[in-house]
């Protein structure tokens, strides 16, 4: 079993940044590639951001790259998203979560574990 916990969440106004951690509570984080998902009020869980076990490769949703960069530190079991040029469409719950796999996943079924989420308001 892991257990996700975000942290950094908040209110921002567009153009703005905010950074996002996940910290995983397993003695085995870099068996897991990790993602960041976000849903908006009315919509889907919608894929942000995915990393493989190493960090050494990375996949955007196409609306977020060039703005959010995810990283992680095997060292300290920490999954982070910087999110920059932040828009009023970002507005979302933002969830992080680990799939047992070496492999980038972009799909949110092929996750196994999820964090509690954690709420991020962009004002216009």
């Known amino acids: 079993q892991v257990q996700l916990v975000e942290s950094g969440g908040g209110l921002v106004q567009a153009g703005g940044s905010l950074r996002l951690s996940c910290a995983a509570s397993t003695g085995t984080f870099r068996s897991y590639t990790m993602g960041w998902f976000r849903q908006a009020p009315g919509k889907g869980r919608e894929f942000v951001a995915a990393i493989n076990w190493s960090g050494g490769a990375t996949t955007y949703a196409p609306s977020v790259k060039g703005r959010f960069t995810i990283s992680r530190d095997n060292a300290q079991n920490t999954v982070n998203l910087r999110m920059n040029n932040l828009k009023p469409e970002d507005t979302a719950v933002y969830y992080c979560?680990?799939?047992?796999?070496?492999?980038?996943?972009?799909?949110?079924?092929?996750?196994?574990?999820w964090g509690q989420g954690a709420q991020v308001t962009v004002s216009s």
């Open positions: 979560a680990a799939a047992y796999t070496q492999n980038l996943r972009v799909t949110a079924d092929l996750y196994d574990y």
